[in-house]
């Protein structure tokens, strides 16, 4: 079993930036794919990024690609969203989730281990 537990969500202005965490415990392996998804009321869980391999291997949803970064501490076991340049289109419960299966996937139904979530909401 994984847990995951995100934090660093909150209230930013248009234009500003906003860093998540995704602490990880449990049976964690940095080889393992870690994704970042979010959901907006009233909308489907979208794909926002995911990467593996301490970031060798990364994949961005076109509307985040070039304002968000992911990265890893494997000293902390952590894994961060660098999230710049944003809109309040962004606005969402963002989560990080983890999956057994050593490939990068944007299905959020592929994800075995999920966190609880983090608000972000970007006024206008």
């Known amino acids: 079993q994984v847990q995951l537990v995100e934090s660093g969500g909150g209230l930013v202005q248009a234009g500003g930036s906003l860093r998540l965490s995704c602490a990880a415990s449990g049976r964690t392996s940095d080889t393992s794919p870690t994704g970042w998804f979010r959901q907006a009321p009233g909308k489907d869980r979208e794909f926002v990024a995911a990467?593996?391999?301490?970031?060798?291997?990364?994949n961005y949803a076109d509307s985040v690609k070039g304002r968000f970064t992911v990265s890893r501490d494997n000293a902390k076991n952590t894994v961060y969203l660098q999230m710049n340049s944003l809109n309040p289109e962004d606005t969402a419960v963002y989560y990080c989730?983890?999956?057994?299966?050593?490939?990068?996937?944007?299905?959020?139904?592929?994800?075995?281990?999920w966190g609880q979530g983090t608000q972000v909401t970007v006024s206008s």
């Open positions: 990467f593996r391999l301490n970031g060798k291997i990364t």
């Open positions: 989730a983890s999956r057994r299966t050593l490939v990068i996937s944007r299905s959020p139904e592929e994800y075995d281990f």
